[in-house]
């Protein structure tokens, strides 16, 4: 059998990273391939270069052995190549048959032909036995019957190869199984599937061959019969890379921050806490683990007041915070060294100085009742600035003009320096040169060491693993274990993310 | 105005000579510069804490038809109080009727643009018929209240308008409050983030809401001069267009609260002699227009793009393929 799709030695470099590297990739007719990594591992990179929306800068990619020419994404779709965004690209206030006429719509003269199209969509929807109604408005529709339409639309113009970037990521366990078996119904019938996704139990239930990429490399390739997920995981974080950090032995003393029978739902109102208990003691640091999507930004939100609690309580030094109140929970000392700095932790138009006191602002010294003071702002931005080496070129300069590195840095200046009882890091060093990095972590081990309860989120095990001294991991909206540093090996955590027992 | 017959340097003459060169002409600039610079300050309000508010005509509106009302019909107090009070009356109906949007937009979620706009209608034909009906001048065919008494109508200052003082300083009050109080600081990070702002602790339905009813106040205290300090009466002929100008005086200063001065000051000298313009130099008044739409084309431009791209509605409209 002939290859569907051949990627050979592609490689793709944005300004100061590599996407991908000498990548060479196939899918064959009639087989689902997983492509599995970490977030920025190069997935949807690579993906996009075979449906032409990037552009590689060396490499081959061939379609039934036709040469396809670098970002040529109508010579995708004419060879045969389908894919579904991990955003949809529907009309939410058109009817299902409308969105999957769009663009190319049966017509009779100049009108358009709905009995056509209608009946088009039947026959699609009949031939690939995925069920719509096609008089439904989109936007009423199941987030998981919405991607229903969004393969439909794929399929509708004859498609060999179906790419998926990342579609379980929005689904609930339900809608997901429900995808899977449409995914084993398509290759039945002849059709190449690429998938990409971050979740072990999905290409163990579906893969026919797992391709697992890791820092813009092939990692390895692989079949489920051939690993379990230990073996996925253990292939995705990759066990070279592990940062030495220096630090002493924890003196922990009692529990500072306690979580207890914590809900909490996701965006879409899915529940994605489900009952999680967790103490962090003051002077340690409490590093939870787990496969992105298990709940823990839902969990960072709920704790500092940004999402609210469907139940559960949580204490600080005894006292309990309040539900959806970021100012109080952050006056109670919980500082937030948020996951997404550009969306939360900074105002990029504002000055250093300002964003060093962001949510800070109205207490003293910084403002006198209702009246700023900016001699006090200014005092703390150049104290800070040197104190945690932001390289700026004053203090006045916008957040907007610093590298990624020096952004955290503000975002960790800010929270770091204030008289704090708990410390909750969310993906600290995310997007941050290595040098920054071994900053940052020096600076939590200090916060530790001054006595504060670090709660260390992060996708890097090898962060976890290196900073914490206790490391819990969660799974399904649960904390399934509490390891001990020195009993928390790799492979062991690795089983756990992935949700089996130890 | 070459194409219209009319002699180009001859209008521009007559537009600096009326708007600028006498003492009268210059006391008119002024009267009309003051609701421009109030209405163009509440809609900076709300481009500073991210919100369109094009409401400011039925704001000023409501504004100018309490305190014209306070102005007649309460009788008997002596100045120092009457004339607050009819101020008070203006402030308190402009401040409704922007808190009203202020509240949609808070509570449930409804963008202030379509409630301004919505809101403007209702108010506008509201304030029409009120003054043509039931507060209308007795044995008057115009829509238009009796004469405001003189308890209740802003001194003039050696024949300025005192009102233009007050709008120029309560615009520095406002860039100081954006520059220097906590306040400011809210609604700005408001505006600039609002997720930063979550996370920082700042209500952001507070601020909606007090973006709006400041906003509101200050153009129905603009209605209010306009009525008691210029035109002694209600008569909504008078106000039209003047919330409108406001959005083209605060894109003009962009977005900052002093900027509304000068081109307060531009805008009302142009609508102010207008009328010269069409005597001495034949220019129809559409044609000044044209120059007030040709002025904010080229000095907003800019500034408006980078605005839409900034806010969350405009990303919608303008990002493309990227994640």
Redesign the interface.
Known sequence: MSALLEITNVTKTFPGVVANENISISVSAGEIVALLGENGAGKSTLVKSVFGMVRPDSGEIRIKGELISPGDTSGAIARGVGMVHQHFQLVPVMTVTENIILGDEPKRGIFLNMKAARAEVLALSEKYGLEVDPDAFVEDLAVGTQQRIEILKALRKDVDLLILDEPTAVLTPQETDELLQVMRNLAASGVGVLFITHKLREVMAVADRVVVLRNGRVAGSTSPKETDEEGLAQLMVGRNVVLQVEKGDAKPEAATLVIRELHVNDDRKHLAVSGLNLEVRAGEIVGVAGVEGNGQRELVEAICGMRPRISGEVLVSGEATPDMHPHKVHSMGVSHIPEDREKHGLVSSYSIEDNLVLNQFDREPFAKSWIRNIGALEDNATRLVEEFDIRTPSIKTTASALSGGNKQKVVVARELSQDTRVVVAAQPTRGVDVGSIEFIHNQLIAARDAGAAVLLVSAELDEILSLADRVAVMFGGKIVAILDAKEAERGLVGRLMAGLSA | MLLQGAHPMDAYGSLFSHGFGSWAGFAKTLGKATPLMLSGLAVTIGLRSGLFNIGVQGQLVSGALAAGWAGYAIHGLPIYIHLPIALLFGIAFGALVGWIAGALKAYRGIHEVITTIMINSIVLALVDYLAGHNFQEPGQTLARTSAVLPSATIPKIFGLPSGFFFAVLLSWGVWWIFQ????G?RLD?VG??K????????SVKRSVLIAMGVGGAIAGLGGAIETLGVIGRFEPTFNTGLGFDGITIALLGRANPLGVIPGAILIGGIRGASASMQFDAGVAPEIVDLILALILFCVTAPFLSKWLR?TEVGAKITSG?S?
């Open positions: 220097r109080t906590t306040s600081f990070t600039r983030n997720n930063a702002a979550w996370y920082a602790g700042i900034s393929w994640n």
